[in-house]
């Protein structure tokens, strides 16, 4: 059974730093796009950020640009995301997710292209 796992939430003061990580259980993260998401309680999902096969191409949503880092390393298998200057408004449940059939070597923080999710961890803001 092909699964995420992430790891790496939180309870962290606003201006504190987290790092997530996600590891695939099962299979190779190598050939895929990876994206993050977040869920705060009553709301979407959204994208946040997401990484290209290669790392070479990034996006990130404008509310987390310049404090979040999105980050693989293909000999670990294993995808991160760098928090720093967490607000209250971060806290969410934090997915992973894989994008099996990316388009050359972009990304795209569209939740209807990602096949396989994480449980999630909880990242929580607060003082």
């Known amino acids: 059974q092909l699964r995420l796992v992430e790891s790496g939430g939180g309870l962290v003061q606003p201006g504190g730093s987290l790092r997530l990580s996600c590891v695939p259980s099962?299979?190779?993260?190598?050939?895929?796009?990876i994206g993050w998401f977040r869920q705060a309680p009553g709301k979407e999902r959204e994208g946040i950020s997401c990484?290209?096969?290669?790392?070479?191409?990034?996006i990130y949503l404008d509310s987390v640009k310049g404090r979040f880092t999105i980050s693989r390393d293909n000999g670990k298998n294993t995808v991160y995301l760098q928090m720093n200057s967490l607000k209250p408004e971060d806290t969410a449940v934090y997915y992973c997710?894989?994008?099996?059939?990316?388009?050359?070597?972009?990304?795209?923080?569209?939740?209807?292209?990602?096949?396989?999710w994480g449980q999630g961890t909880q990242v929580t803001v607060s003082s």
């Open positions: 990484i290209s096969v290669t790392g070479t191409n990034e």
């Open positions: 997710a894989v994008d099996w059939r990316p388009k050359w070597d972009f990304c795209t923080t569209n939740k209807v292209r990602y096949d396989t």
């Open positions: 099962g299979f190779s993260l190598v050939n895929s796009a």
